[in-house]
């Protein structure tokens, strides 16, 4: 069965910091993906993530694989208050594309 | 374009009562899914789907039905409702062609409250 673990759950920073998110998976598999919510919205797709090493990155936001590890990392960069949401990771099992596992979620909250 | 479009977005429903998520999509898509997102919890496979014709069970399937019988449309079903399935549901889609970097589309939501 294949699970996923995201931490910290919650985080608190002030503008302008650096910080990771780390999402553990238990078995193999062949994407993860990073969403992100706002409150009462939907989910925006971030990051696709393939390969063994694979880095996007997109604004202050920045994603890797390792899937040696099972893990994958979000890395926000100089923070600022539009970061301000959940951010989950998923993970597809292994030849069904759409069939995701997601983490519990990281609800980040950046401080003036 | 609209995307994935799913009605009602608000929903109450008394304990025993059936009614009908709706869910479709303008984007040719193969692969079209249902979630659930409780309180403190990420999402949860319901059902999904591949194609039209093909369904299968995700990870809480118990107490509701799907069909395929277009490319667009995924209803979800709800038969006999319980307080238990009381969340957030989102219907998801993605193409199934080669490009793997195809993402996972997700519609508004239906926030459903079974009293």
């Known amino acids: 069965e294949l699970k996923v673990e995201q931490n910290p759950l919650f985080l608190s920073m002030q503008e302008g910091k650096n910080y990771t998110i780390y999402c553990n998976y238990s078995t193999t598999s062949d994407r993860l993906y990073w969403y992100r919510q706002d409150p009462g919205k939907s989910l925006e797709s971030l990051f696709v993530?393939?390969?063994?090493?694979a880095v996007k990155q997109e604004g202050r936001l920045m994603a890797s694989l390792d899937t040696k590890a099972r893990l994958s990392t979000l890395h926000i960069t100089a923070a600022v208050h539009d970061l301000s949401a959940t951010y989950f990771c998923?993970?597809?099992?292994?030849?069904?594309?759409?069939?995701?596992?997601f983490g519990t979620g990281t609800r980040l909250q950046v401080t003036l | 374009n609209a995307g994935v479009t799913q009605t009602p977005k608000f929903q109450v429903l008394k304990t025993g009562q059936s009614m009908t998520l709706q869910c479709a999509q303008d984007m040719n898509h193969e692969y079209m899914s249902w979630y659930r997102q409780d309180p403190g919890m990420g999402l949860r496979l319901i059902h999904y789907?591949?194609?039209?014709?093909?369904?299968d069970q995700g990870e809480v399937p118990n107490g509701y039905n799907v069909s395929r019988s277009t490319t667009e449309d995924f209803p979800l079903r709800l038969l006999s409702a319980a307080p238990s399935q009381t969340s957030v549901y989102f219907c998801?889609?993605?193409?199934?062609?080669?490009?793997?970097?195809?993402?996972?589309?997700f519609g508004s939501g239906t926030q459903l409250s079974v009293l």
């Open positions: 789907s591949v194609g039209a014709g093909i369904t």
């Open positions: 993530l393939l390969s063994n090493g």
């Open positions: 998801a889609s993605r193409s199934g062609s080669a490009q793997v970097n195809e993402k996972l589309f």
């Open positions: 998923a993970v597809s099992h292994t030849g069904t594309a759409s069939k995701l596992t």
